[in-house]
């Protein structure tokens, strides 16, 4: 991002609405943001964490019980192997991807308006991506022998099978997880720095003075800085499309009908993209409604420009629907077109599960069409539904692919419904109280939005910026 | 703080980045080497004017990805190759089967880049550095709110207590302090 | 405002970097080696019941291993000789000796002595004696030189690893069949063992299970 | 285990001598390897209690918790090796004995091989040198095996219900028999599975107490046949038909081929369905059934018409063939039958009296044993005058002599007379007809003296319960269908102090002999020689039977009067028109009720129905309409003034007036695992004219009942010809030269060549494994999947895992119901057994993330457990889904306790199962797949035997190698059709290396390029042209649509649970 010595005139300002309203100043910025975290603890933060984390917990039991006694206590069978444990790894991890993305792609095409939203969406990512890990953890028959997934010689002699798309997954993910918690923490650094300097007891003075690593904002320390965070955006970027993409693999490498696609991995990137933020919106709506504070950083331009995202990927996965379709019928292989068009989209009434399928289309491609409207992108009530209609609809999209390829493929005597367990659905809820608790905990103790990056992009920032100072 | 301990350097507060970007170029004319301007973010301009190159940073990463890259070709290659192929899928046991191999090197690479980076950043900013005496002078911190400041250190070779505070004052430094260890 | 933290902060980051390295190392290296079948199973040597010496049967008296383990050539499993086995002799020899006190009680009652297990596959292995010893795997290979063990001890590891040792090069340890049981044999003459054993891989086309997971787990 | 297991019988140890001798003097194939197999680990040498193999993966996962706990504790845990005092004779440690012997049965006992590891029978095998079953064997006997094992047998003697010991009843016996006089007082009621000795018993009982009463019931017997027989032919003959001599058969409510015919009626038909090329010859099958069997799925022209009306077609029938042959007697015995008036399918009766009439001396027709005694003998009339009898229909002597009915002996009960009744095996309180109120007889009797390997109904309200042992603990003889006589031999002594019935007719009869010498008697009896038979009595134990001891053929004629006079006397059936018919069926799996406890048998999917754990209403999906009924539906259905409620099933093929039932399910005494599965309807069995009744209302209550049903869909969608290929004899002929004909069908008819990118790596074993299944010989009877389940230690998983679709059957026979345009009326139905394809290129193993599954070099699909981490991945990929998942930890926990914490959840299995347990294979635990392997085990062991016998022998050319066709997989040994061909495609001399590349050869899904090691032999339908639906014949393949989209409940019987 730095400029050399002769582009020290800027360009003529573009006529950009400001991406802080009310002409906001620096120290407006860091007071009003820590002052979320430095007030003292509003009832309703108690009352929801109060209902989240016993719905966590109610999550792990279930775990628990189902590691003691068997995979059988979920509803899986033959011929359905994966079903919602699945279905939750991959909607999960979808949602984490929006965080990365946010932080990382736009910052790379410097989208500024990033700025407002990427803390609390990375944050969002590191969530997801916890509650997705607990899935393809979980589901495995024997955890106590997971460790055989681990490359690390041993006295059998056996190594893990490299080829495995599942191999894959288990190192994606960790690799996604720990890149994006650097991601995360990095940011984070200058503004626990301004956490630390407004700290009032000496707890936190001293807890937010280790996070922030001993923070001076000198500018031999902000290049090293800058250059460390362009490159974790790089690196982020590919990792970012790759995740997904291996996800995706888990299936596309696959010989099942309706698995078996080449258009997979573009395809999973986009639902990601499209579910995420949706996912973030869930969350910054509320957000920006409970701290009007905000309301001047996370403004109607921010929303407006995610559901145009949210219109363009939820068209690129219409399409992708559209295209699967289209190949089966193109295509000889009567399987294929089975699969697609009597198990899922169902039109001679043997499909089983042609409601999943149908859910899935109006939510995500249907539904979303109506952010051709800039009235309706910027009414916070109606991004909000529709993004209702986007989570779930990506939840029945990873259903409709793993459970209709499975019950019914290519033996119609090995065909068998599946129906989740009460276990099953208590796990699935649990992981949304772990999310929720979590994403409160990050809400109350650390700044929801990037102090010092919201700060870059004042008008007051910029060193040839004039005018009358406060 | 007790007088008798020694100098640090002198501390200056300027009002605006602006006004730290113009002194810093003035700073940077007289010569000055041990000094640096402390801000709430990144000022546009700010290394130019102090005269700071590209960060070293990004080579040392792709030594680092590097690493990760040769790592992950071994760590997949090695076992399926060498040490205990296997007949899967009457897959052949070498590089024909190479596309499968790529996901796991290609994770590996970002893994070993991305810690580079990070732990790179951590050694040149010199940070898990907790006590500093910047941090004595009561005003500094406010750099992390919307203070401009900059610190010149004692042990630069054109230091001293009285003309380096004159210079300060006079290009336009507030609250000029003397800094102690 | 002052600093947070005091000067010594400065290098408690490193000492607890310094930490965690050595103890993960340690553990690490303890789990390495403590969690070893090399550890865990070279060396168990129980207590039996009664006090047999295979130094004494085997060695100085060099009865052959197959009066006692009579089925090894024709079962999968090396039998425990029957209290008959050792009246055979004990009849007549040290009729009274206290040491075989055992011996005689369970002759007379037909209450079966109890030895207590010293090598045992793991259950999902399935070890075939017979094919091992007739294709030319020494007794000494997997059990050490008992002949010179006063009480029975377990001398290999009996890792898979260890396993794949000899099915990947076999000629390291065959021998002719007849020396099978001969457990002080060394390569006659000039040749080596490796040479020896090339030779016999080569005649009787051995080749063991290194591929083929169920030549094992069945 | 207990110890006494390894005591081995000191009578036994002759037969196994002798066996073994004859081992090395028959130098059969299969005793080469029975001799060869050997196994490690010698269970009797590790010590009783520890049962470490089944529980082996939580040993390990202890030992790998202990270690973080302490060092010390990574110490294993002491086990001791405890050896035999005194070595046992011919016992080695890990190797297996095998014994003759055989299973009695009503229909005829089965020769068996009993495979015993250390005193522990643990699997049987028909007896390859007996001419009826060649090796072969059913699934009963293949289940018997779990039977001796079952913790729930009765294990002591009651005495009215209290526990007793045989010493006192032995007293109470003395006392009875003293005071017992002329007999007059004694009862007798035996079940129809009498062996030689008994009857030789019975006999000197009878002479002893002239006046007692013998009677004998079976609930699924032949009574109507004989009675039929008798009046056809005259007294104690039997008609045994001999399909292996038959072209056309028509069998007329009769399932031949299933429940109702012996081994030999189903290898006899096989033989003559066996084809190596369109010249072949075939018989061609008529069937004529109310409901779909196993019998009507083989049928090439299949008429469905209500049981009730089977007396109409055989009228029918016999009038047309009266017309073209002339036979005037015939005709007139035709015409006096009085049937009711049916309509039947146009020129079917026409063309199939043609066809018959024109293959005479070389057709058949069976009536079915539960039609009225005029309908059989109407059948047995049209056979004589279609020149059967003596050829295609045998008659001979029964072999044991006739004795009175359940009914008269509830009769003579009720009088009040008999002081002592002995039951001897039979459960007539459970089973007896419903109107001879058998409960108020038996209490008539003073007291009741039960014997049986259960307390059951009967035992519990008997005053004495002896239990018996069961037939391998015990000395006995028996007789095949072919009436050869064979030896019962004990592998084992008694788990459970049983008594043998033998022994207890002994005391009575007053022989003093031990149980072996009561058989050695009767041998000598039968053998009519005199002096010393000790040779022939060794002969007979070597080869588990007595050569030329087969019953002979009498010749015999058709006693026309007799007949009319039945014929004229036959009731008119009255109400047939209105209503439904309800016709009692006899159960694929528990029989009349005594195998309910036996969880092999009550998980195996009904090979028709698919049902498990249950019996229900079978009805036509018309019907089902008709009713408003879905499949699980319970319906009431009232016949006279008793009702009762069942579940509906549908099923495509059934006749539409016409509702059947299966009996023997609703015990109440009897082990967990059969007490209250499904419903008893033998309160509406009467003992009338026949085993159907009329003028039945059925009624849908609104009340639901979940079936277990293990196939959801039976439709082939349209897959037919991708799935299981067939042509007609006409197809062939045409496309004889045609080598691709069968192989390019369905998708592969259009797909292009398959080409990889990659090399194989080789495959360079001397050994290539593979596997044919002839679709044209294969029944469908599911004997491969219990033999499959004895061999590889599959567990039961219960009723309530079935409906979540979690049966573990390593193999399955699919079964489909398809039609060309969706006839769910009258499909035909296609059976196919599903093992694992063992796929060169197969997707499971690229696709695990821990190469738990990999290939080997002899082209098997190997499955190591003990690093498989579950993922389920591989099930996932499998096209064939043949995987198995083990949920729960089935072999640790009882079925009805997984769902509880496992903490506190008991464990462990009962020791007498464990004893069951091949230790040739692994136990699987919780957490892991598990898939057929083609019997690796027995694959290792071959291999083994060949490299020891190899040994140093030098101047081999090749690596040792496993000569051809020495052992089979468990599946392909069983096969009573041999069906299934298991072998090595690398050696030439190899059976299945020339079936492999027979024209008929296809695979499954070819176009995936997994090059399956499974190939399947296309069915050849044999039609006749001149029949109206000849077309119909094979349309299953013909790529049609499956079945109509509005009748898919009809083949997803279990669709409740989505």
């Known amino acids: 991002m730095s400029k050399t010595a002769l582009s020290l005139e800027t360009p003529p300002d573009l006529k950009r609405p400001a991406l802080v309203s009310n002409d906001r100043s620096i120290g407006w910025v860091s007071h009003n943001v820590c002052d979320i975290v430095e007030a003292p603890t509003p009832k309703w933060w108690l009352l929801a964490i109060s209902i989240t984390s016993p719905i966590a917990l109610m999550g792990l039991i279930c775990i628990i019980y189902q590691i003691s006694n068997g995979v059988g206590v979920w509803g899986e069978n033959h011929p359905n192997g994966w079903a919602w444990d699945i279905t939750n790894f991959v909607f999960w991890i979808g949602i984490g991807h929006a965080g990365t993305l946010i932080s990382a792609v736009l910052f790379l095409t410097r989208q500024k308006w990033r700025t407002s939203i990427n803390r609390a969406a990375e944050a969002m990512t590191l969530f997801a991506v916890i509650c997705a890990g607990i899935f393809p953890a979980i589901h495995v028959g024997r955890v106590w022998y997971a460790w055989f997934l681990a490359p690390i010689p041993n006295t059998n002699a056996i190594w893990p099978n490299f080829r495995s798309p599942l191999l894959w997954d288990v190192f994606a993910v960790s690799t996604y997880f720990s890149v994006s918690v650097l991601f995360w923490f990095v940011g984070l650094i200058p503004d626990l720095a301004t956490l630390r300097d407004r700290a009032k007891s000496k707890l936190a003075r001293t807890l937010y003075g280790i996070g922030a690593l001993g923070w001076r904002g000198g500018n031999r320390q902000w290049r090293h800085y800058e250059m460390a965070y362009l490159l974790l955006a790089g690196l982020s970027t590919p990792l970012v499309l790759s995740v997904h993409s291996i996800v995706s693999f888990d299936f596309a490498t696959s010989i099942m009908p309706g698995w078996h696609t080449t258009i997979f991995p573009p395809y999973f990137v986009a639902g990601a993209i499209f579910g995420g933020f949706a996912m973030v919106l869930t969350i910054m709506l509320p957000a920006a409604k409970i701290f009007p504070q905000l309301n001047d950083m996370i403004t109607r331009h921010h929303v407006d420009k995610m559901a145009k995202i949210i219109l363009l990927t939820g068209s690129i996965v219409g399409y992708a629907y559209l295209m699967e379709l289209f190949v089966a019928w193109y295509g000889v292989n009567k399987f294929e077109s089975f699969t697609f068009f009597t198990a899922r989209a169902n039109v001679n009434g043997e499909g089983w599960y042609q409601w999943a399928y149908w859910i899935m289309m109006f939510c995500n491609v249907i539904s979303p069409q109506i952010f051709w409207f800039k009235k309706m992108r910027t009414n916070y009530i109606v991004v909000f539904i529709v993004c209702q209609f986007v989570n779930v609809g990506m939840w029945f999209e990873r259903f409709t692919i793993i459970v209709t390829s499975l019950a019914q493929d290519f033996l119609p005597s090995s065909w068998g419904h599946y129906a989740p367990s009460t276990t099953e659905i208590l796990t699935f809820v649990g992981t949304f109280g772990i999310f929720l608790t979590l994403f409160l905990v990050f809400m109350r103790f650390l700044p929801m939005i990037a102090i010092s990056e919201v700060k870059g992009v004042l008008p007051e920032a910029d060193p040839h910026h004039h005018h009358p100072k406060h | 703080m007790s007088q008798s301990r020694k100098v640090y350097g002198l501390g200056a507060e300027f009002e605006s980045a602006g006004a730290l970007l113009t002194a810093a170029a003035k700073i940077r004319e007289q010569g000055f080497s041990h000094w640096d301007v402390h801000t709430p973010f990144p000022i546009h301009g700010m290394d130019a004017a102090m005269g700071l190159g590209k960060s070293k940073l990004s080579a040392v990463v792709f030594v680092g990805g590097l690493i990760g890259l040769l790592t992950g070709i071994a760590l997949v290659s090695i076992p399926s190759f060498i040490l205990y192929p296997i007949i899967v899928n009457g897959k052949p046991y070498d590089w024909r089967t190479g596309p499968a191999f790529f996901p796991i090197i290609f994770e590996l690479t970002v893994l070993f880049s991305a810690f580079t980076a990070v732990g790179t950043m951590f050694v040149f900013n010199n940070l898990f550095r907790f006590y500093h005496p910047v941090f004595n002078w009561d005003r500094f911190t406010r750099f992390t709110d919307d203070g401009f400041m900059m610190v010149i250190e004692a042990r630069d070779s054109k230091f001293s207590e009285t003309r380096t505070k004159a210079l300060l004052e006079e290009i336009g430094g507030k609250h000029v302090t003397l800094i102690h260890d | 405002m002052a600093n947070i933290f005091p000067r010594w902060s400065n290098w408690l980051p490193l000492k607890i970097i310094f930490c965690l390295l050595t103890l993960g190392g340690g553990v690490s290296a303890g789990v390495w080696y403590y969690l070893n079948p090399e550890y865990m199973r070279v060396g168990y040597q129980p207590a039996q019941p009664v006090p047999f010496s295979h130094k004494i049967h085997a060695g100085q008296l060099n009865m052959d291993c197959r009066y006692c383990h009579s089925y090894v050539e024709t079962s999968a499993y090396s039998n425990i000789p029957t209290t008959q086995v050792c009246m055979n002799c004990h009849s007549q020899i040290q009729g009274t000796s206290p040491k075989l006190q055992l011996v005689r009680d369970s002759w007379q009652t037909g209450k079966p002595l109890e030895w207590v297990q010293v090598h045992k596959t793991p259950e999902h292995a399935y070890f075939h004696h017979s094919v091992h010893v007739n294709r030319g795997v020494s007794c000494v290979s997997c059990h050490g030189k008992v002949n010179e063990m006063d009480v029975v001890y377990h001398a290999q590891s009996h890792s898979m690893a260890w396993c794949l040792d000899c099915h990947r090069n076999p000629a390291d340890f065959l021998r002719p069949v007849a020396e099978v049981t001969n457990l002080d044999w060394k390569p006659q003459g000039d040749k080596t063992q490796r040479e020896i054993g090339a030779a016999l891989v080569k005649d009787w086309h051995v080749n063991p299970p290194v591929k083929n997971c169920a030549g094992c787990h069945r | ?1058």
């Open chain 4, 1 to 1058: 285990m207990s110890k006494r297991v390894f005591q081995h019988p000191a009578e036994a140890q002759t037969g196994k001598r002798y066996w073994r001798s004859l081992g090395q003097l028959q130098d059969t194939p299969e005793f080469r390897t029975w001799l060869h197999r050997e196994f490690p680990q010698g269970a009797s040498e590790v010590e009783g209690n520890d049962v470490s193999r089944r529980g082996f993966l939580q040993l390990m996962g202890a030992s790998v918790a202990l270690a973080g706990l302490s060092l010390s504790a990574c110490r294993r845990p002491m086990k001791y090796l405890v050896p035999f005092t005194k070595g046992v004779e011919w016992s080695v440690p890990g190797k297996a004995l095998f014994f003759t012997s055989a299973m009695p049965s009503r229909t005829g006992a089965m020769p068996l091989v009993v495979t015993t590891f250390d005193g522990r029978p643990t699997k049987v095998e028909g007896n390859p040198m007996h001419p009826v079953n060649k090796g072969t064997t059913d699934i009963w006997a293949q289940s018997s095996v779990l039977d001796l094992y079952d913790p729930q047998r009765s294990q002591s003697v009651l005495s009215s219900g209290k526990k007793s010991d045989l010493a006192a009843f032995d007293t109470e016996l003395a006392a009875l028999l003293n005071t017992a006089g002329d007999g007059a007082g004694l009862a007798f009621l035996a079940d129809g599975s009498v062996s030689p000795t008994a009857e030789r018993l019975r006999h000197l009982i009878l002479a002893k107490y002239p006046k007692a009463v013998w009677a004998s019931y079976e609930p699924n017997g032949h009574e109507l046949e004989n009675a039929a027989v008798a009046a056809a032919f005259g007294a104690d003959l039997e008609a045994v038909p001999r399909l292996d001599r038959a072209d056309i058969v028509l069998t007329v409510d009769r399932d031949i081929l299933g429940v109702e015919g012996e081994i030999s009626s189903v290898r006899g038909f096989a033989a003559k369905r066996k084809v190596d090329g369109p010249k072949s010859k075939m018989n061609r099958l008529y069937v004529v059934e109310n409901r779909y069997t196993l019998t009507g799925g083989m049928s090439d022209h299949r008429l469905r018409l209500p049981a009730s009306r089977a007396g109409a077609f055989l009228k029918a029938l016999a009038t047309e063939l009266a017309k073209l042959s002339g036979d005037a007697g015939l005709a007139s015995l035709a015409s006096s039958f009085k049937a009711p008036e049916t309509k039947f399918k146009d020129k079917w009766v026409e063309e199939t009296a043609a066809d018959l009439w024109a293959h005479k001396g070389g057709a058949l027709v069976l009536a079915g044993r539960r039609q009225p005694i005029a309908v059989q003998a109407l059948s047995f009339a049209i056979n004589a005058s279609l020149g059967a009898l003596g050829k295609t229909l045998e008659l001979r002597k029964s072999a044991t002599a006739p004795t009175v009915g359940i009914a008269a002996l509830a009769e003579t009960l009720k009088k009040g007379h008999t002081n002592a009744l002995f039951i001897l095996g039979a459960n007539p309180i459970f089973n007896a007809p419903a109107d001879i109120r058998w409960t108020e007889a038996q209490a008539a009797a003073k007291n009741v003296i039960h014997i049986g390997m259960e307390v059951s109904e009967t035992g519990a309200k008997s005053n004495w319960h002896v239990p018996s042992a069961h037939y391998l603990e015990q000395w006995d003889d028996a007789r095949a269908s072919d009436g050869s006589y064979m030896v019962v031999q004990p592998v084992i002594l008694p788990l459970y102090n049983g008594v043998s019935v033998n022994e207890l007719l002994a005391k009575i009869a007053g022989v003093e002999a031990d149980p072996m010498d009561l058989v050695r008697q009767t041998f000598l009896a039968v053998s009519g020689k005199k002096g010393d038979i000790t040779a022939d009595w060794v002969d007979t134990l070597k080869s588990g039977y007595t050569k030329g001891s087969a019953a002979k053929p009498v010749v015999a004629t058709l006693q026309a009067a007799s007949v009319a006079k039945v014929l004229a006397e036959a009731p008119v059936l009255t109400g047939a028109d209105k209503d439904f018919e309800l016709v009692f069926i006899t159960d694929s799996k528990v029989d009349d009720g005594r195998y309910a406890n036996n969880g092999w048998l009550q998980e195996l999917p009904d090979p028709v129905t698919k049902l498990t754990w249950d019996n229900a209403a079978l009805i036509s999906p018309a019907a089902a309409t008709k009713l408003g009924v879905h499949t699980g539906d319970v319906l009431k259905l009232t016949v006279g003034d008793k009702s009762l409620e069942i579940a509906a099933l549908i099923l495509p093929g059934h006749a539409d007036t016409s509702i059947s039932v299966a009996v023997g399910y609703g015990r109440t005494e009897v082990g967990s695992l059969g007490r209250n599965v499904g419903v008893d309807v033998f309160p509406l069995l009467t003992s009338t004219e026949s085993r159907f009744r009329v003028g039945v209302t059925a009624v849908k209550t609104g009340k639901k009942h979940a079936l277990a049903v293990t196939q959801e869909h039976g439709a082939l969608e349209g897959r037919g010809a991708d799935l299981t290929r067939q042509a007609t004899v006409a197809e062939w002929t045409e496309k004889a030269d045609d080598k691709t004909f069968f192989k390019k069908m369905g998708i592969d008819a259009h797909a292009p060549e398959n080409f990889s990118l990659y090399s194989h790596p080789p495959l360079d074993d001397v050994h290539a494994w593979g596997m044919t299944v002839d679709l044209n010989s294969c029944i469908g009877c599911a004997a491969c999947m219990t033999a499959c389940q004895a061999e590889n230690n599959i567990p039961i998983v219960g009723k309530e895992q079935v409906i979540n679709g979690r049966e573990m059957h390593w193999m399955r026979t699919d079964r489909y119901f398809a039609s060309e345009g969706g006839d769910v009326d009258e499909p035909e139905m296609v059976s196919q057994p599903l093992m694992c394809q063992q796929c060169e290129n197969a997707p499971c193993e690229t696709v695990c993330p821990v190469n738990a599954t990999v290939h080997s070099e002899d082209g098997l699909n190997v499955m190591a457990y003990n690093r498989c981490i579950g993922t389920r991945y591989c099930a996932n990929n499998c096209p064939f889904k043949v995987r198995r998942f083990n949920f729960f930890d089935y072999n640790e926990r009882s079925i009805t306790s997984l769902y509880r914490w496992n903490m506190i959840s008991e464990k462990g299995m009962a020791d007498s199962l464990q004893m069951q347990k091949n230790p040739n294979v692994t136990v699987r635990m919780r957490g892991v797949m598990e898939k057929c392997t083609f019997c690796v085990q027995r694959i290792q062991e071959a291999k083994i035997a060949a490299k020891v016998h190899a040994s140093d022998s030098a101047g081999q050319t090749t690596q040792p190698r496993v000569p051809a066709d020495v052992f089979t997989s468990a599946c392909a040994q069983v096969c009573p059709t041999d069906a299934i061909t298991f072998g090595d495609i690398r050696n030439p001399e190899s059976k299945i290396s020339k079936l492999k590349d027979d024209q008929r050869g296809y695979r499954l899904l070819e176009y995936l390029n997994t090059e399956n090691r499974v190939w399947y032999l296309a069915r050849i339908r044999n039609p006749n042209p001149k029949m109206p639906d000849a077309a119909r014949a094979g349309s299953a393949s013909k790529g049609g649509h499956g079945h109509s989209e509005k009748h898919e409940s009809a083949h997803t019987p279990n669709g409740g649970h989505a």
